[in-house]
């Protein structure tokens, strides 16, 4: 008789009734005579269905979805986790060729996605070269280049946001994602750059552009509202944060023009291990990553203390 074939039912009772095949409708295993299920889903043994953590309430965007991840942040920082029938994207490839600046880009103004009482900056257009200084300590102190434009005050602006860098390699990642054109500018970015991992920088790192100009790697994008309207993809807070590739806000330590072409240079790394990526992470709710960050004290003081404040809290 073949390995194939069913062994007959013996004096110990019926054959055992067989598993119901993924996608075919079946009847409930514990009232067989109940009414129909839908299409099976496999589930992995182990993982409990857990409801999804949210944006932190004091950023912007706050209350909106987050994925599950380590105590409630994004997933934890290995190059791709298994999420179902996708996976966490792995690190992006850096370009080959050397560190420059592709383009400098400032605002077109245009009415707040969400329908907020202002006009945002976040859609940027590619221009030849802009002009970078320090504005002032806080939120509303505007723009570190001249000409653009901040619309939301509250949450943007001042010496710690003063540039935002992101890199041209994950744009074309999310070109491929989302299937569409992205061009530089399009995630608010005022340097789009290439042949750098900005992400791997150290908080507090300063890099060179061009002859004159240095800029200083201060605090984690954290992706909002305007954000996700201003791209109108479906769940796209949730897909930015999963990804862990924020880009960079910079300080300007050294104020002058930046041209498109510029050489981007890395200077002497600051005295910690602290990069953007688990920056990011710790501001997006990763406890584990925020311990690390409070530890080595490489924040501005708002927000070291609202890491340690959330720590105290969570005991």
Excluded at 158 to 164: F, S, T
Excluded at 289 to 315: E, I, K, Q, S, T
Aim: net charge positive.
């Amino acid at each position: 008789m073949g390995d194939d074939v069913p062994p007959r039912p013996g004096p110990r009772g019926p054959r055992p009734r067989p598993r119901p095949h993924l996608g075919v409708r079946h009847r409930c295993q514990a009232h067989p005579g109940g009414p129909a299920r839908g299409p099976a889903r496999a589930v992995r043994r182990g993982v409990r269905r857990r409801p999804a953590p949210r944006l932190p309430p004091d950023l912007p965007g706050g209350g909106a979805a987050l994925p599950a991840g380590v105590r409630g942040g994004p997933p934890p920082l290995t190059p791709s986790v298994a999420r179902g029938p996708q996976e966490v994207p792995a690190p992006h490839t850096v370009s080959s060729m050397p560190a420059r600046v592709r383009s400098t880009n400032l605002a077109s103004p245009k009415p707040e996605p969400g329908g907020k009482p202002y006009a945002t900056g976040i859609d940027k257009r590619p221009v030849p070269s802009i002009e970078v200084f320090a504005p002032g300590p806080s939120y509303g102190d505007g723009p570190g280049v001249v000409a653009d434009h901040v619309g939301d005050e509250q949450h943007h602006g001042g010496a710690h946001k003063a540039v935002y860098a992101y890199a041209r390699e994950e744009l074309d990642h999310w070109e491929r994602e989302l299937s569409r054109g992205l061009s530089d500018g399009t995630f608010g970015e005022n340097l789009t750059t290439e042949g750098i991992d900005l992400e791997a920088l150290l908080v507090n790192q300063r890099i060179r552009v061009g002859d004159d100009v240095v800029l200083e790697v201060s605090v984690a994008r954290t992706p909002c509202s305007t954000f996700a309207g201003h791209l109108g993809e479906r769940g796209w807070l949730r897909r930015f944060t999963e990804r862990g590739r924020c880009g960079v806000y910079l300080r300007v330590v050294a104020p002058g023009t930046v041209r498109a072409g510029d050489a981007v240079e890395v200077l002497e790394p600051p005295d910690h291990d602290v990069d953007m990526r688990v920056a990011f992470a710790a501001a997006m709710g990763d406890d584990e990553a925020a311990a690390r960050v409070v530890a080595a004290g490489c924040l501005p003081r708002m927000y070291h203390d609202r890491l340690a404040a959330r720590l105290r809290a969570r005991g």
